[in-house]
């Protein structure tokens, strides 16, 4: 079988989905070669010379990489990059196997444009979040560099200092932190806040958190929920109601209006991500305050977010970073593709290459197969939206 890397197309996508380091894992594999559109790393710095010194086969023409291609590895895939993606779909081979983030919880169309052509499209969103699976998590590893960056992009916009100094022109205060949401990105945040010398506050809808919060030097902002309604089977927030998100920006009100930089992180798959910060809790912030919303792409935790863009409240200036991955690219592809590479072997066997709808990682992972839509949450949910 050969295994094809294209270039990314999206726009201002510069992760590559396979580094050069992971090229002789997959030809000491079932892969008889790996080819690799020219210029596919460069933006991520991973010069062509690289891939070619690690046994990789060089392709400057897209479609003779697509037609070529039993296995294609992508960061975005067709439901992640539908306005480019479908002229990859139809120059590929028939009953390809594509595997890169696809959003199979929204993008039915596309999903359906797999189908058709009999490819077999895998979704790195929904790996599992098993023990076996820890290592091919691409979401927790894109969160943990969201987290990093959006630290960073708060303390490049915030007109202070995050560290406590004592200098001979007197003490300068810590910059307050209030990060709300404690999943990976958060926890991510927090780690990187403190290490910039910040006081840091933390809040998520999941108390079983709290001593991971704590454990980074945070404190943790407790506001009661009921046992079981916050988390699902799969370890992610759950969507709650809009009276308990009412009461929470109310309980929240008054730590926001005591903080230098707010990072909003609370996202639920599949779903636009919940109001948290609303637009008069901003203008409650001091002057020259940052809001960092890294749940932009999903429409924003906060009321006043725009997307991709920066917005000024008052003298508070909110910011909505999208796509923050691709922004890191050479670590970011790094992380991606040790992901993307363990679930390839995961998938070879001692007979080859093989798809076990049976397999639980698999079965996860698996949207389209043999000209259907097999994944049964996508299914369930395309059911319920017809």
């Not at 892969?31 to 046994?55: C, H, I, M, N």
């Not at 901003?282 to 977010?305: H, I, K």
Request: with cysteine; hydrophobic share 40%.
């Amino acid at each position: 079988m050969i295994v094809g890397v294209p270039t990314e197309t999206y726009p201002g996508e510069n992760r590559v989905a396979l580094i050069p380091a992971q090229i002789a894992k997959l030809k000491d594999s079932v892969w008889e070669e790996v080819l690799v559109q020219a210029g596919a790393g460069t933006r991520a710095g991973f010069p062509d010379s690289e891939y070619e010194a690690k046994g990789a086969t060089l392709v400057s023409d897209r479609l003779d990489l697509l037609r070529r291609s039993d296995l294609l590895l992508q960061v975005r895939g067709l439901g992640a990059n539908p306005q480019e993606g479908r002229g990859d779909l139809e120059h590929g081979k028939e009953a390809q196997i594509v595997i890169g983030f696809q959003e199979p919880l929204t993008a039915f169309d596309e999903l359906r444009e797999y189908a058709r052509r009999g490819v077999s499209a895998l979704a790195m969103e929904t790996i599992p979040r098993i023990t076996r699976a820890q290592s091919m998590d691409a979401l927790s590893s894109m969160a943990t560099i969201s987290g990093y960056k959006g630290v960073l992009i708060a303390a490049d916009h915030l007109p202070r200092m995050f560290p406590m100094m004592m200098t001979a022109a007197g003490t300068i205060t810590p910059a307050r932190v209030f990060i709300i949401g404690a999943g990976v990105a958060g926890l991510q945040a927090i780690a990187s806040a403190r290490k910039l010398g910040a006081v840091v506050t933390a809040y998520d809808v999941r108390s079983v958190v709290k001593e991971q919060i704590e454990s980074l030097g945070a404190k943790f902002l407790e506001i009661k929920v009921e046992a079981g309604e916050s988390e699902d089977k799969g370890g992610y927030a759950k969507e709650l109601s809009e009276d308990f998100y009412r009461r929470q920006r109310e309980e929240m009100t008054k730590v926001l209006s005591e903080s230098d930089v707010v990072m909003t992180t609370a996202a639920v798959p599949g779903k636009k991500a919940p109001i948290l910060v609303t637009t008069e809790m901003v203008q409650a912030m001091p002057p020259g305050s940052v809001v960092v919303d890294l749940a932009a792409e999903r429409g924003g935790n906060c009321e006043a977010t725009t997307p991709g863009e920066k917005t000024m409240v008052g003298e508070v200036t909110v910011l909505g970073p999208v796509n923050l991955p691709s922004t890191v690219p050479y670590h970011a592809s790094q992380m991606y593709s040790k992901n993307i590479s363990t679930l390839l072997a995961h998938l070879v066997g001692e007979d080859g290459f093989n798809i076990d709808p049976e397999d639980e990682i698999t079965a996860g992972t698996l949207i389209t197969h043999k000209g259907e839509i097999v994944h049964p949450m996508v299914k369930e949910i395309m059911e319920k939206t017809a």
